[in-house]
């Protein structure tokens, strides 16, 4: 059968950026400080202009670039210390070409506080951030503005709102991203959950369901031969411990993948019932009392543990539907047809079928096993009376 083969993906760079961030936090805390001292200082120091107070501004760059290393876990706080070495930065006029140390320092240390504000606070705090952005501006230019006109208040005041405006977007982009893949994986992992949680329903539906059905009969039939043939008895009895065990054992191990911890395999090397099981699962049901005769035709192709569950399953719940819901002299036939294209899978009873049978939970676990295999799964009454189970699955379908 074709298998298709998926190729991972190669991870892209934000994804490496990422993983890096992740082995190792504190070097990425530290890149922007080390990014400033090994490529911006020596640029300032060796520049032609002579700037003023080099001292000054080397302290300067020092308070605004160290909390930086803090800036992801308080981000907030790190924008509040800004404010004493911006407004010294803003009392000197410190903002010129000369003046690059400290400038630069500035621009970088106010653009990742505010962008991880933005990113990881609440966005109330951001009403606080733009204040002090304002602050700033109108400090500027009451302290350095040459003419104090209007034009010139606007340009101080739309130039930090640009600015302020330009980071905001782009970490509301980044935040609004991160948000969107989040709520995709909390939405990916409860459809696991939910798949999970209806398989574990099916598999206790079949298991238990078919289990006590075969128990009832043979305690109905064992009860009926105690007092005639004791021996009969003893058969019945001895084959409902039999069919309990089966039932026990198989709920262990669908119970087993809910108590296994993250990572732990063990449950899943449990073997699950597959074809070789279809002639002791017929046995156990001509010991409860139903005729079931047994038919494979064709050459047998080799298929998954998965799809040889569905099956099994499908030939369980069929089987036990006839022993709970049929009345009257009933028979029953299982017909495994193999064929080039797929598997045919035929159930069919003789009987009257008694019309108020619960609800079709069984049959509509059958259709969903079978879609999973690109199959089909149809169930219904015969013209000449009884009820007919059909199951298809397609040789070239998943596996």
């Known amino acids: 059968m074709a298998q298709t083969v998926t190729v991972p993906r190669k991870p892209g760079l934000w994804q490496r950026m990422s993983e890096f961030d992740s082995r190792h936090p504190l070097l990425w805390n530290l890149a922007p400080v080390l990014v400033y001292v090994l490529f911006l200082i020596p640029g300032a120091v060796f520049s032609s202009a002579q700037p003023r107070y080099p001292g000054l501004q080397l302290i300067l760059a020092a308070s605004l670039m160290v909390p930086l290393v803090w800036r992801r876990r308080y981000p907030f706080a790190v924008l509040l210390s800004q404010l004493a070495p911006t407004a010294v930065t803003i009392g000197l006029d410190l903002t010129g070409a000369r003046d690059g140390v400290v400038t630069s320092a500035s621009s970088i240390a106010v653009t990742l506080a505010l962008y991880n504000l933005v990113l990881r606070r609440r966005l109330t705090l951001v009403w606080w951030a733009a204040a002090i952005a304002a602050g700033q501006a109108i400090a500027d230019f009451t302290v350095n503005s040459e003419s104090h006109s209007v034009w010139e208040f606007l340009a101080y005041f739309f130039e930090a709102a640009f600015f302020f405006g330009f980071v905001l977007t782009v970490a509301m982009l980044v935040r609004t991203r991160r948000n969107y893949q989040e709520s995709v994986r909390h939405g990916a992992a409860r459809e696991a959950v939910q798949e999970e949680r209806t398989r574990i329903a099916r598999e206790m539906h079949d298991i238990i369901g078919h289990n006590l059905a075969v ?49 732990d395999e ?72 193999y064929r080039d294209d797929g598997l045919g899978v035929a159930v069919a009873n003789t009987g009257s079928v008694v019309e108020d049978a619960g609800t079709p939970r069984g049959l509509l676990g059958l259709r969903e096993r079978a879609a999973v295999f690109g199959g089909t799964m149809e169930a219904g009454p015969q013209p000449t009376g009884g009820w007919r189970v059909a199951l298809w699955l397609p040789a070239d379908g998943p596996n």
Do not use: C
């Not at 007092?227 to 008895?233: G, K, T, Y």
């Not at 449950?267 to 074809?275: F, I, K, S």
């Not at 089987?319 to 017909?335: E, I, Y």
């Open 215 to 263: 128990i009832n009969a043979l305690a109905d039939g064992g009860a009926y031969a105690a007092a005639a043939s004791p021996e009969r008895a003893r058969e019945a009895l001895t084959a409902i411990g039999a069919t309990s065990r089966q039932a026990l054992s198989e709920l262990r191990r669908v119970l087993s993948v809910l108590q296994a911890e993250d990572g």
């Open 266 to 337: 063990s449950a899943e090397m449990a073997p699950q019932p597959g074809m070789s099981d279809l002639g002791p699962l017929v046995d156990r049901v001509r010991d409860a009392g139903l005729p079931v005769t047994f038919k494979i035709t064709g050459r047998p192709w080799e298929m998954s543990e998965n799809q040889q569950l569905t099956v099994y399953r499908t030939v369980q719940e069929a089987l036990t539907n006839v022993l709970k819901h049929a009345t009257g002299p009933r028979r029953a036939q299982v017909a495994l047809d």
